[in-house]
């Protein structure tokens, strides 16, 4: 049996889960990991293919409730051929809502048989204080408890999962109960701090900033937050009112109420 870790993750929280996970199968399984960090633009060119002895876990941050937009249709010509797989979602302390059956569903289409599924709690993308610090020690420990269960399991997952089909997204609404429109604003770069490394050029998963200009984001935006958590000068910021209406009631919300990893089986 070969494991691979396959995960999406823009601010590292998916990483830290799925590796911890994968690094106890394989302890458990005497196997080697195969990472496939499929983050950076060009990793989601080429498809990947699988076959009955390989176990994959493959995980995702929740975006909106759901499996994130941009790597579904890179998502779809995996070949699972086979494979054990095992889907892990990592959400901000909010909620999962139909992203673990969203992302179940997805993998079983493309030919893998789930033998189980986890949801883990990351440090928010939008914020410093709401999950901070997550996934902790408590949480990797548990993953790599999962791991070793996982790596002997050949039979296809028991118990349903939560959430709807077809997967909705989740609306986030003010107290007035209107809904935030944060679809325009992109992160803004204070000149003075940028030292023109270009570490953001490189972590954006959308390719979306340009190589000589850092400060300018050229493409799509889909407030990961990779440019932001990872500038080494803390340059960057999201300011667009209406984006950060939308983070302070979030961290007022969700901040309080350690949420904790679920397993299924
Ligand atoms: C656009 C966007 C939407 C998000 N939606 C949710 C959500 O619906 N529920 C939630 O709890 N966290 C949500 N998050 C937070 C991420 O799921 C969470 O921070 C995750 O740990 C990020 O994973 P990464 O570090 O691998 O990028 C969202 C983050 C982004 C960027
Ligand atoms: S990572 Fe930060 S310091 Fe480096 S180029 Fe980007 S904004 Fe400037
Ligand atoms: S520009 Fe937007 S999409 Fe690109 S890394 Fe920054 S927050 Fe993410």
Redesign the pocket.
Same mark, same amino acid.
């Given at each position: 049996m070969k494991v691979h870790s396959l995960?999406?993750?823009?601010?590292?929280?998916?990483?830290k889960v799925v590796g911890a996970i994968a690094s106890a199968a394989a302890k458990t399984l005497a196997a080697d990991v195969a990472c496939h960090d499929v983050t950076p633009v060009t990793s989601r060119k080429g498809s990947l293919e699988f076959t009955g002895s390989d176990l994959v876990i493959f995980g995702v941050? #929740? %975006?909106?409730?759901r499996v994130p937009n941009l790597i579904k249709p890179w998502l779809e010509t995996i070949k699972g051929g086979g494979a054990f797989g095992v889907p892990v979602v #990592? %959400?901000?302390?909010?909620?999962?809502?139909d992203a673990l059956l969203e992302l179940y569903d997805m993998m079983t289409a493309c030919g893998f048989i789930c033998t189980a599924a986890a949801a883990f709690?990351?440090?928010?993308?939008?914020s410093r204080t709401l999950?901070a610090g997550?996934p902790d020690a408590a949480d990797l420990q548990a993953a790599a408890s999962f791991g070793e269960r996982v790596a002997h399991l050949r039979e296809p997952l028991a118990s349903s999962l939560p959430g709807r089909r077809p997967a909705q997204f989740?609306k986030a609404l003010d107290d007035e109960g209107k809904p935030f429109d944060i679809r325009k604003a992109k992160p803004e770069t204070d000149l003075s701090l940028c030292n023109g490394c270009g570490i953001c050029v490189a972590v954006c998963p959308m390719g979306s900033i340009s190589i000589s200009e850092p400060s300018s984001v050229e493409g799509i935006c889909?407030?990961?937050?990779?440019c932001i958590k990872k500038c080494p000068s803390g340059a960057k910021r999201f300011t667009d009112p209406e984006y950060l209406r939308h983070l302070s009631i979030l961290e007022r919300d969700?901040t309080s109420g350690r949420k904790l990893p679920e397993f299924f089986f």
């Open positions: 995960y999406f993750s823009a601010t590292g929280t998916t990483a941050p #929740v %975006y909106i409730g #990592v %959400y901000g302390n909010r909620a999962y809502d709690v990351g440090e928010h993308s939008f999950g997550r989740y889909i407030k990961c937050g990779a969700y």
